[in-house]
Structures are given as structure tokens and as C-alpha cells.
């Protein structure tokens, strides 16, 4: 699988403690495995609380049905080559089915934390709107709970591989709103276009946090974003709260030109 240089696109070749390119433009490889290009300096993604809080609610598995769920669809598709878009901390992206695993996020610390749990995927710091492959790489590419990046995803996929899309249904995490604010609202459904829709999965169903497990799980949210203080203050008071999980995984193809 080759890394391209992100300055002149170029294969990057990997060293001993390093990746270089022909044109001599060199990327350490921490000490961890992950490597780091992104040389615009983006912003930095998931602060290390946020990935500390995001890591200690997943690790309760809460969102194991999604998991293994996700995991069977993944199996049953029985490719070789995966890359998972904004990765995180890696929770899904370590047990992928997958020969062959390569994840992508702009958060040094959730790169980081994956690198150190996870050896069976190479991790990179990049951006997914500039992806460091050639064209019809992958077999298969997940965006879970993040931003799609079409047409990096169009171009990096396989004419015969598969994007997989995590998406949240509209009344997930209600319980949650309900509490944060006065007048909640619905997700919205995700609607593609750009791709060819083969099979969608909805998962329902309840857990229930005490108030620590509450509170990590409304940092890993958008919502920590955009709620004032007062606001998020009221979760002190919720000793417990029982929540919906309400996911939807959707498997897509790509749309080709139609041959004259």
C-alpha cells in the first residue's frame, strides 16, 4: 500500500524511524507507529480530555451493538483493504475484519491513544479532505459519526469497493437534549447522492450512565461545541439517565460512468 508525500505526491518510502520521498521531503514515525504529514498544522482535532472522555465511555462497550454489528456487515463483505475516515481513538478501526488497515484523523491525541492499543493499523495525522493515496486504493471506507469527504472517498475507493456510513438516527441521545436544553431537536437523516445506496441497518436500543459516564459521553458529542454553561451545569444534577442509542450503518457503491 503506498503513502504519498504531501507535498509532491510522491511515494513515500518507509525507513528505519521514517517515511521519505525521492524529493527528499522526510516524516518521523513516532515511537508509537503513527505518522504524522499533516503539514498545514490543521487544527488539532479532539483535545486530550475530550479523547480521555470519549475513551473511558467507550471502553464501557455502551456502543458494542453498533460494534459488532458494523464488524459482521465488514466481514461479510470480505475485502482486503480498509481505511477508516476520522478514526478517533481508534474503538472501531482495531477490530475491523480487515487484512490490511489504515485510519486517518486530525487529533494527534486520539492518534496517539490509537497507536499505543492498536498495532494491526497504520495510523495517520491528515486531513480526509487530502488523502495521502492513489487513486482506487481501498476496498472499503467507513466515515463513523464524522464529516463525509466525497470526493476523496470517490476517488481513493475501488470501482468495486464499498462506503460504509456510521450515521446517528433522530432520536438518538434524546434523553440527553432533553436534559441540555428547552427546546430539543431531531437529527437530521443523512441523504447521499453521490453514491449508490445497497443496503441500510438501523440499530434502537437503550443504556443507562451514572453521572460521571453522563458527562464523557457529552463531551464526545457535538453538543459540548454549542452548549452554553448553564446549560451543560444541568447535567450535575442527573445522578442517572437512561438513553437511546438509535444508529443507522449504510453501505454504498460507486455511482460510474456509464459507458458509450
Excluded: W
Excluded at 515511537?31 to 479532539?46: C, E, Q, T, V
Excluded at 476523496?152 to 462506503?163: A, T
Excluded at 434502537?204 to 453538543?223: E, G
Excluded at 450503518?249 to 460512468?257: G, N, R
Aim: net charge positive; aromatic share 12%; hydrophobic share 35%.
Amino acid at each position: 500500500m503506498k503513502i504519498l508525500c504531501p507535498i509532491c505526491k510522491h511515494e513515500l518510502l518507509k525507513n528505519e524511524k521514517t517515511y521519505s520521498c525521492i524529493n527528499k521531503h522526510c516524516f518521523d514515525i513516532s515511537k508509537y507507529g503513527y505518522l504524522n504529514i499533516d503539514i498545514k498544522n490543521s487544527p488539532s482535532g479532539d483535545n486530550k480530555e475530550m479523547v480521555n472522555s470519549r475513551t473511558s465511555f467507550l471502553n464501557q462497550n455502551y456502543y458494542l451493538p453498533l460494534k459488532t454489528e458494523l464488524n459482521n456487515i465488514i466481514k461479510n463483505l470480505n475485502k482486503n483493504t480498509i481505511l477508516d475516515l476520522a478514526c478517533g481513538e481508534g474503538y472501531y478501526t482495531k477490530d475491523f475484519p480487515v487484512k490490511q488497515k489504515f485510519a486517518i484523523d486530525l487529533s494527534k491525541e486520539a492518534i496517539k491513544h490509537a497507536s499505543k492499543s492498536d498495532k494491526s493499523t497504520q495510523y495517520i495525522i491528515s486531513s480526509i479532505y487530502n488523502l495521502p493515496f492513489e487513486n482506487s486504493t481501498f476496498d472499503l471506507i467507513t466515515t463513523i459519526f464524522a464529516p463525509i469527504s466525497f470526493d476523496e472517498i470517490n476517488r481513493v475507493l475501488k470501482n468495486d469497493g464499498y462506503f460504509i456510513l456510521v450515521s446517528p438516527n433522530k432520536n438518538h441521545l434524546i434523553e440527553l437534549k432533553n436534559v441540555l436544553y428547552d427546546t430539543p431537536y431531531l437529527n437530521q437523516d443523512t441523504t447521499i447522492e453521490q453514491f449508490n445506496l445497497l443496503s441500510t441497518n438501523n440499530i434502537d436500543y437503550t443504556f443507562t450512565v451514572d453521572n460521571t459516564m453522563l458527562k464523557n459521553l457529552f463531551k464526545m458529542t457535538p453538543y459540548y461545541y454549542k452548549t452554553s454553561k448553564k446549560d451543560a451545569d444541568k447535567l450535575n444534577d442527573i445522578n442517572t439517565l437512561t438513553i437511546s442509542a438509535s444508529f443507522n450503518i449504510s453501505v454504498y457503491s460507486k455511482i460510474l460512468p456509464i459507458q458509450v
